[in-house]
């Protein structure tokens, strides 16, 4: 080989090398746990009409209903960005229209949020909450 060729060759493997290095890093940030806070809804709810409370219109606990039916939950944060929680909707449905936090990780496969630590504002301050059981 020639001197050209060589230190062509090692630049581009230098490149290929950083490139790795860069992506890794990358992968191990994007592991790291997330907190999302605001009103949580009832997706279906909120997609139709924007309803960010648990009674919609003249239907009292509207929210709650569908969540129990199995219809899928989010959160709705201060920004209007809707984040979807990769929960079990009936066992959050108590909590439609209510303001929470949830520390935990988006999902790597698809744009899905996976909360590991509840916590539900009561009076103004935020209390931890058990988080229902899942299937995994």
């Known amino acids: 080989m020639h001197k050209n060729q060589i230190v062509v060759l090692f630049a581009v493997l230098l490149m290929a090398f950083a490139v790795a290095v860069m992506l890794s890093a990358q992968e191990k940030a994007?592991?790291?746990?997330?907190?999302?806070?605001?009103?949580?809804?009832d997706l279906k709810c909120y997609a139709a009409g924007g309803f960010l409370t648990n009674?919609?219109?003249?239907?009292?606990?509207?929210?709650?209903?569908c969540a129990t039916g199995?219809?899928?939950?989010?959160?709705?944060d201060a920004q209007k960005k809707v984040h979807f929680l990769g929960v079990p909707a009936p066992a959050y449905?108590?909590?439609?229209?209510?303001e929470v936090?949830?520390?935990g990780m988006h999902g790597k496969n698809a744009d899905l949020f996976i909360p590991e630590k509840l916590e539900v504002?009561?009076?103004?301050?935020?209390?931890?909450k058990k988080?229902?059981?899942t299937m995994m």
């Open 55 to 65: 009674d919609h219109g003249d239907t009292k606990a509207c929210g709650a209903m």
């Open 30 to 41: 994007a592991a790291k746990p997330e907190t999302i806070a605001g009103t949580l809804v």
């Open 70 to 76: 199995g219809l899928p939950v989010g959160v709705v």
């Open 93 to 98: 449905a108590s909590l439609v229209g209510q």
């Open 101 to 103: 936090r949830f520390t």
């Open 121 to 128: 504002k009561e009076d103004g301050k935020w209390v931890e």
């Open 131 to 133: 988080l229902p059981k």
